[in-house]
């Protein structure tokens, strides 16, 4: 199956084209076009800037990636000199479905994906897929990988006789921290979650991004965070002659759930500075000490959770997963304490948005016939995981 994604939840205007097989997806295409030099004057994304850069983007998006793909909905595959109906499967020209981000995410930005969505699908008579954000975030750990998350290449996931396993087995844990949302999910199988734990207040991501506007590193805070935190040694704790200068809390780690909170950690970053007259010469402490904390909070509640409910597949997502330390983090923690359990991260091109995780999601979910009408296609800012 070929299927068409998109993706306008938030701040970037994606558009890919995958080739699910079985079990396996391969990547034929995958556009982004990021408005963070745009947002990054206002400290933040904007809704009705994002919006209106989403209408003037996603067409030249869609397009790209459809090209890039070999993909012609308006010349589909013929046989016998006919047209086959839709869906089919695949082929020269052939596109058999439409994924598309319906929610969690700003309004206005989800309207324009789905409204493009169905329009297209009408436009080409092609089928679409409703496709939640954090669903398609989960789904970036099934792109073109095997059980060992080794990247397969193209021929491997085509031939369905290959030996490498290309299964997640279930039930598998997944982490998954953006911008917008912080989520401990147990997946028992293709479509089937169950929400352990989420945030109380700030998502992991919003916090980097508040914390960085503390000490004016800039927008998107994350990578600006990460990057001043390696100036330090992370195995050492930040010391300045002698003396702990940073100290910050580890909120809710010993709490009796799989929850989170992150705002209390940004506060105390702020009296922290607010306290140290010589903040700025210590930028790096800071940064690291904050990382740490984010760090050390969602590898403990991942490795609980991982135990309570023995998965064996732990899976990382969403745009905190880009974090180096995290990553370091979290594969040191499961090949600590969960022997024998695999730990899947995704390339970090599929860490933040993109649409080539929401067609994944979508192949999965039309494999199992869950096609929405175009018709019944709407934007849900505040879409629940289910
Ligand atoms: O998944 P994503 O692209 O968009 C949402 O769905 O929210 O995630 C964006 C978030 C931002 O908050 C950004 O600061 C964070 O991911 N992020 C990072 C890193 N790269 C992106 N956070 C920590 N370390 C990073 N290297
Ligand atoms: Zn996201």
Redesign the pocket.
């Known amino acids: 199956m070929i299927i068409l994604g998109i993706e306008t ?2 701040d ?1 205007t994606a558009a890919a084209v995958v080739r699910g097989i079985g079990d396996r997806v391969e990547v034929l295409s995958n556009a982004v076009s990021s408005q963070i030099e745009i947002h990054k004057k206002y400290g933040g994304v904007v809704p009705e800037v994002a919006a209106r850069e989403h209408v003037l983007n996603i067409m030249p998006v869609v397009n790209q990636a459809l090209e890039k793909a070999g993909v012609n909905p308006l010349n589909p595959p013929l046989q016998g000199g006919r047209v086959l109906n839709p869906p089919f499967e695949g082929g020269a020209g052939g596109l058999d479905a439409i994924a598309v981000t319906v929610g969690p ?1 700003l309004v206005t930005s989800l309207l324009v994906g789905v409204e493009t969505a169905k329009t297209l699908a009408y436009a080409w008579d092609v089928p679409t897929v409703a496709v939640n ?1 954090i669903e398609g ?1 989960i789904y970036a750990n099934f792109i073109g990988r095997n059980s060992k998350s080794e990247i397969l290449n193209s021929k491997q996931i085509q031939n369905p006789k290959s030996k490498i396993k290309n299964k997640i087995q279930f039930p598998a844990l997944i982490l998954t ?5 912080t989520m401990l999910v147990l997946m028992k199988g293709h479509g089937k979650y169950k929400v352990l734990g989420e945030t109380r207040d700030d ?4 916090a ?2 508040k914390a ?1 506007q503390l000490l004016q590193l800039g927008y ?4 600006a ?2 990057k001043w935190a390696e100036k330090i040694n992370p195995l050492k704790p930040p010391f300045k002659r002698g003396v702990r200068v940073v100290t910050l809390p580890r909120p809710m780690i010993n709490s009796n759930d799989f929850d989170f909170s992150f705002s209390g950690l940004k506060t105390a970053l702020l009296y922290a500075i607010q306290k140290d007259r010589d903040w700025k010469l210590r930028i790096p402490e800071y940064a690291a000490e904050f ?1 740490a904390a984010a760090v050390e909070v969602l590898v403990h509640k991942t490795i609980k959770a991982a135990l309570k409910y023995n998965c064996k597949n732990i899976m990382l997502s ?3 997963a ?3 330390e ?1 990553r370091r983090q979290l594969e040191q923690a499961v090949k600590n304490k969960l022997s024998g359990a695999n730990l899947s991260i995704p390339e970090f091109k599929y ?3 993109n649409a080539a995780m929401i067609a994944t999601a979508g192949y999965f979910r039309a494999r199992r016939k869950k096609f929405t009408p175009w018709r019944k296609l709407k934007a849900d800012c505040n879409l629940e995981l289910k």
């Not at 921290?177 to 949302?181: C, E, M, N, Q």
């Not at 998502?203 to 919003?206: D, F, L, W």
């Not at 998107?220 to 990578?223: E, I, Q, R, S, T």
């Open positions: 939840s938030c970037e995410g954000h975030h921290v953006s911008g917008g949302h998502a992991a991501g919003e980097f991004d960085a998107p805070g994350g990578p965070i990460a990382q969403g745009g905190v880009a974090n180096l995290l860490c933040t948005d």
